[in-house]
């Protein structure tokens, strides 16, 4: 899931009219029924028919057709049929079938949210957008979730919501207008989950050799001197700290949270759900940063983990959605 992505509401194009010309009879998914069809840029590479409805990608197979577009390899695939596979592969097969109803009512209405005729492609099959891999994917179970919700996705005020979803809020999902600065969405200021706490994830602690942060931040941190200390701003609502203070020998700098996360990576930061810095007891010159945090992912939206845990405890789909986006309700497409 891709946080540019949730504020532009804008999709890449290639820019190939060729491409446009060969799917003049693609219909905007997000203005017809669940059979349309929608494009997925799957990049370069080679493509091969298998027959009518499936093709040969890369060693993957995929439903639907392709063409080879200058952006690379464009797949056309029924919505449902991209579901098949997409639901698996962002919500593990084997959790329950309401949190994977939850996952594939989110995961429609992400894409039609997004889809645009005017474009040349819809999505891109990763993270970014949603993660696609094709027909060997697929699973029974999350193929029944897809089945089971077919043609159903979330709304708020005669249109679809904006959806975002993450592993594990780690306690508190965080608002959007928090996350990324954005206009403030009333189903979407975060509330207090405590149906994660099952996810290996939930609480977590990272050691940081103290060399990779001031390499990672020496723009940031370059006029500060010799690091004594690291202190995290007040919390905002759902406890993430926006901003990290970092007091050297010479001087102090506030560093955006985000920045340091996205300057470390998300494997070394899993989120900014950070509750505690420290150095460990090492001489300086072996020091490392212990830091102590909750939650995997960016925290917006649905909690994965928590509508496993919330499936768990009874709850169906329609109300893990009212939990994390209250407000909404469950559409047709």
């Known amino acids: 899931m891709n946080r540019f992505e949730f504020l532009t509401g804008v999709l890449a ?22 059979s349309q069809a929608l494009r997925v840029l799957l990049g370069n590479g080679t493509a091969q028919k298998i ?7 890369n060693g993957r197979r995929y439903r639907g057709t392709f063409v080879n577009a200058q952006a690379g390899v464009v797949s ?22 309401a949190a994977l109803q939850t996952q594939a009512i989110v995961a429609r209405t ?27 994917a697929e699973h029974s ?9 077919a043609g159903n996705v979330l ?48 609480k977590w602690t990272q050691n940081v050799d103290e060399r990779v942060v001031a390499g990672a931040l020496a723009q940031q941190l370059a006029d500060i001197g010799d690091l004594q200390n690291i202190e995290l701003d007040p919390p905002d609502s759902s406890g993430r700290a926006p ?5 050297g020998a010479r001087a102090a700098h506030r560093v955006k949270a985000s920045d340091i996360r996205r300057a470390l990576g998300t494997r070394t930061l899993p989120s900014l759900l950070v509750r505690r810095v420290t150095f460990s007891q090492q001489p300086q010159a072996q020091r490392t940063l212990v830091i102590e945090g909750a939650g995997l992912g960016h925290g917006v939206g649905l909690c994965q983990w928590g509508a496993r845990g919330m499936a768990f405890t009874g709850a169906d789909a329609r109300a893990i959605l ?4 209250p407000g909404t309700g469950i559409g047709n497409v």
Do not use: K
Not at 51 to 56: G, H, I, N
Not at 322 to 325: Q, R, S
């Open 155 to 202: 709304r708020f005020g005669g249109g679809f919501a904006q959806v975002m979803y993450s592993s594990c809020c780690g306690g508190h999902t965080e608002a959007s207008s928090q996350a990324w600065n954005g206009p403030p969405l009333e189903y979407l200021n975060g509330v207090p989950c405590q149906y994660c706490t099952d996810s290996p994830w939930f």
């Open 141 to 149: 179970q999350t193929n029944a979730a897809v089945d089971a919700t």
């Open 13 to 34: 194009s290639s820019g190939s009219a060729a491409l446009r010309q060969s799917q003049d009879d693609v219909t905007d998914p997000a203005n017809a029924g669940q």
């Open 51 to 57: 027959d009518e409805q499936t093709f040969l990608f």
């Open 322 to 325: 009212n939990f994390y986006y």
């Open 243 to 247: 901003f990290w203070i970092f007091t």
């Open 76 to 97: 056309t695939v029924p919505l449902e049929q991209y579901l098949y596979s997409v639901v698996s592969r962002e919500m593990p097969h084997t959790w329950p079938a």
């Open 110 to 136: 992400y894409v039609l949210q997004r889809s645009s005729p005017a474009h040349d492609y819809d999505l891109i099959p990763s993270e970014a957008n949603q993660v696609y891999t094709g027909i060997d």
